[in-house]
């Protein structure tokens, strides 16, 4: 079904990359609002299977290192190891690298404005104003995803692909945007295709 794929998604999500575990508080507040659906048996299985295929891939690990190679990040043969390595613990226990960062701050508002070229910016906030008004789970959905990812990319200093970590933040704001350009349809009413010819434009 949908929701064991979705289930199977999330798990090999976070086997790819561990930051994925930031979209978690709007997985638990997209499976809270669609769990009556699937009854507590049916989430819990799903469960399991997303944390086998977060995990599994991992547990190779033992193994793999075992070999050389000219690729090798690291040897987690032991139990301490490999917890360590499941954590991020060579980057993220390392001294200073938590910590807001002016520069970093300074990159976040110029990316947000080249990004969405200025006009988007406009239509993602009249669309967030319209969603806090009329559609408050999807508001707090779209909350729940940007606020940690832009929260980590700015305190984790040591990352330095930040506008990775932007686009994931961002990619919600994109049916805000949505949503702001039905908001100015309404108020342009019969010049309608006059608004969205001069936003275009403009953007």
Do not use: C
Request: proline share 4%; charged share 10%; glycine share 14%.
């Amino acid at each position: 079904s949908d929701w064991t794929a979705l289930a199977a998604l999330i798990g090999l999500a976070w086997a790819a990359h561990p930051s994925a575990t930031l979209a978690g508080p709007a997985l638990l507040l997209f499976i809270n609002s669609r769990g009556r659906a699937l009854g507590a048996g049916g989430i819990a299985w799903r469960i399991g299977l997303a944390a086998i295929l977060a995990a599994g891939p991992s547990l190779l690990l033992p193994w793999l290192a075992g070999r050389d190679s000219l690729i090798s990040m690291g040897h987690p043969s032991g139990g301490g190891a490999l917890l360590e390595y499941f954590l991020g613990g060579r980057y993220v226990a390392k001294a200073g690298v938590w910590g807001l960062d002016l520069e970093r701050t300074r990159m976040l508002g110029l990316f947000a404005w080249e990004e969405l070229l200025g006009i988007g910016l406009i239509l993602v906030v009249f669309g967030l104003v319209r969603l806090f008004r009329t559609a408050r789970p999807s508001f707090l959905f779209l909350t729940a995803w940007v606020v940690p990812y832009t929260g980590i990319a700015l305190l984790f200093r040591i990352e330095g692909q930040l506008d990775f970590w932007l686009v994931a933040a961002g990619l919600p704001l994109y049916l805000a945007a949505a949503v702001g350009l039905r908001v100015l349809v309404e108020h342009a009413g019969s010049r309608a295709r006059l608004a969205l010819s001069g936003i275009t434009a403009a953007g």
